[in-house]
């Protein structure tokens, strides 16, 4: 049970798949600030568009290397489906995704048992999406995060 706790932010993760649009690598393809098109961008690795808050403002991502930065308009605190857990979401979220997988992940954060966890990845599978806090998981219906969340704060408690 306490493994749902940790993992349930994980999924947001995915699509806060932060990469600066000021990095000057030619590999990386800036995409229009738009919350469509970074949606569209989850969508196509398997991911539901749940897993980004509404305040998307820029994002890139490398596709040979996988490497992807999501900018949000700032900082954002969410309560996730189904078990309300709350989220932080930095203001740049950071991570390396591929088919149905979300590693590296750097910036979701989810309160559980009095205290902060960081969401370190998040897989799809099935009709399920597998959230994962270090060594721990936790599995969740993807249907739970078939919409984007709009934000209910601007900065993270710590």
């Known amino acids: ?29 800036p995409k229009p600030n738009s919350l469509l098109a970074a949606h569209t961008e989850l969508t196509g690795y398997g991911f539901p568009v749940g897993l980004l808050p509404s305040n998307v403002a820029d994002y890139s991502i490398n596709r040979t290397s996988g490497d992807f930065s999501v900018k949000l308009s700032d900082q954002c605190k969410l309560t ?30 989810v309160r559980a048992m009095f205290q902060w966890w960081s969401i370190t990845g998040i897989r799809s599978s099935g009709d399920d999406l597998v959230f994962e806090v270090g060594l721990l998981s ?21």
């Open 138 to 158: 936790a599995k969740y219906p993807a249907k739970n995060f078939k919409e984007s969340p709009p934000c209910e704060g601007l900065k993270a408690d710590s």
């Open 80 to 109: 996730l489906p189904p078990d309300n857990y709350l989220a932080s979401y930095s203001k740049i979220v950071r991570g390396k995704i591929v088919k149905n997988k979300i590693a590296q992940l750097d910036g979701i954060r």
């Open 1 to 29: 049970m306490a493994k749902r706790f940790f993992l349930l932010p994980l999924s947001l993760f995915l699509l806060l798949l932060s990469l600066s649009s000021a990095n000057p690598n030619p590999n990386l393809n």
